[in-house]
C-alpha cells in the first residue's frame, strides 16, 4: 500500500478550505444568479474588476471556462489566436478554442524566460488576404511556468498588438503570484490587456473558480457563451464567498509561499545529483540525475512527500502553497537529506 501523501507539493491546486473559509460559504448570502440575484457573486465579480480597473467581471467555473469563453468575446469562427507553444490555453486546455469555438491557434515558442519574442509574434499577424486566418488576439500569461514577465515586455507586446489591430488576453491563473514578485498591484498588470483571467482556486486557496474581467461590452458577450457552455450557475454566492475570504486573507500571504519556494530550492540544490530553477514564485523545478531519479522519486513517495514528476521522474514539480508551510519544506528537506547520505 502506498503511504498517503502528508506534504502535497504537487500543485496549489490542492489546498482545502479551512474552517473560516468554510464558515463565510456557510452564511453566505445567494440567490439565482442566472437571474443576476446573487448578492455575493455579484460582490465577488464587482470587486475583482475593481481591482483589476476593469469595468466588470464575471465567475466561471475554472480557469479553462474562462480562458474559452475569453477566447470567444474576442475571436469569431475561422479567427485566430497569437499563444505561446507552453501556453495553458494552448497547451493544457483540450484544443476547446479550435473544438468549441472555431479558433485557430497559431502557436510560437515561448522563449527561455516564458516570453514571446516580439518579432516572432509581428512576423505571425497574417495580412488582411483570404488565404489566412484573421488574426484576431494576442494571449499572454503570467506567470508562465511559474515564471514572471516584466510588466516592460508585457507593455511592449500589447503595444505591438494593437498597432496591428489586435486584441489581448492575460491569462493571469497566477496573476496575484506575478504582483506579489514585481511588488507591483494587479491593476497595473492588467492596464495593458482588454481582459484578464484569475484563478481563485490556485495560490488563493478556494475550492473552486476564476474570474474573468474586462470591459462591458465582453464581460456581456462572456456571460452569454458562458451559459452557452453550461456554466450558468444558480446560488454561486456559496462559492463566490469562498472567493471574497480568499481575496481578503490570502492575498498578502502568497510572499510567504514565494519564500518557502526560495528556501526549498536553496535547500534542494545544496544535493550534486539535482538541477535546480531557482523560483521566482511558488514553483520550483528540479532536474534529477537519470541515475538515481526512480529511486528518489519512491523515497520522497514513501516519506509522504507529494510531487509532480515526469519523464522517469528526471523532471520534478514542487509547488508551494497555503497548505505547506516552512515545516513542511524543512521536512521535505530532511526527507531529500536522509536519500542523498552516504551516496
Ligand atoms: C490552472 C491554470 C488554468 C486553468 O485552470 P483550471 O481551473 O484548472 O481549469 C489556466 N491557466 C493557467 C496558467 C493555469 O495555471
Known amino acids: 500500500m502506498s503511504t498517503p501523501i502528508q506534504h502535497d507539493f504537487r500543485s496549489d491546486t490542492v489546498t482545502r478550505p479551512g474552517p473560516a473559509m468554510r464558515a463565510a460559504m456557510a452564511s453566505a448570502e445567494v440567490g439565482d444568479d442566472v437571474f443576476r440575484d446573487d448578492p455575493t457573486v455579484t460582490r465577488l465579480e464587482e470587486t475583482l ?3 483589476f480597473g476593469k469595468d466588470a467581471g464575471v465567475f466561471l467555473t475554472s480557469g479553462t471556462q474562462s480562458n474559452l469563453v475569453a477566447l470567444m468575446a474576442h475571436c469569431g469562427r475561422g479567427d485566430e489566436f497569437i499563444v505561446g507553444q507552453q501556453a495553458h490555453a494552448y497547451k493544457w486546455e483540450g484544443g476547446g478554442a479550435a473544438v468549441l469555438g472555431s479558433i485557430q491557434p497559431q502557436p510560437l515558442n515561448n522563449q527561455a524566460d516564458g516570453s514571446l519574442a516580439l518579432q516572432d509574434i509581428e512576423e505571425a499577424i497574417k495580412p488582411d488576404d483570404s488565404h489566412f486566418a484573421r488574426t484576431r488576439l494576442l494571449a499572454l500569461e503570467n506567470t508562465i511556468g511559474g ?3 516584466s510588466h516592460e515586455y508585457m507593455e511592449a507586446a500589447t503595444a505591438l498588438a494593437r498597432r496591428h489591430g489586435l486584441a489581448t488576453h492575460l ?3 497566477r496573476v496575484f503570484n506575478a504582483a506579489t514578485a514585481l511588488g507591483m498591484p494587479v491593476a497595473t498588470l492588467a492596464r495593458p490587456f482588454d481582459t484578464v483571467s484569475v484563478c481563485l482556486s490556485k495560490g488563493l486557496g478556494a475550492p473552486v473558480g476564476s474570474v474573468l474581467v474586462g470591459s462591458a461590452p465582453l464581460i456581456a458577450k462572456a456571460r452569454r457563451t458562458r451559459k452557452m457552455l453550461g456554466g ?5 454566492g456559496i462559492l463566490a464567498a469562498a472567493g471574497l475570504y480568499a481575496l481578503e486573507h490570502h492575498v498578502a ?4 509561499d514565494h519564500a518557502n519556494a526560495k528556501a526549498l530550492a536553496e535547500g534542494l540544490a545544496s544535493f550534486s545529483q ?3 530553477t531557482m523560483p521566482d514564485t511558488n514553483i520550483v523545478f528540479v532536474e534529477v540525475d537519470g541515475a538515481i531519479a526512480e529511486d528518489f522519486s519512491a523515497h520522497l513517495a514513501a516519506r509522504g512527500i507529494g510531487i509532480t514528476s515526469a519523464y522517469g521522474a528526471i523532471k520534478q514539480r514542487w509547488v508551494t502553497h497555503l497548505d505547506v508551510d516552512r515545516a513542511a519544506v524543512e521536512d521535505a528537506l530532511d526527507a531529500a537529506k536522509s536519500f542523498f547520505a552516504g551516496r
Open 232 to 236: 450558468g450557475l444558480r446560488q454561486v
Open 274 to 276: 539535482l538541477k535546480v
Open 253 to 256: 500571504r502568497l510572499a510567504d
Open 49 to 51: 474588476a475593481e481591482r
Open 147 to 149: 515564471k514572471v514577465l
Open 171 to 173: 491569462d493571469g491563473a
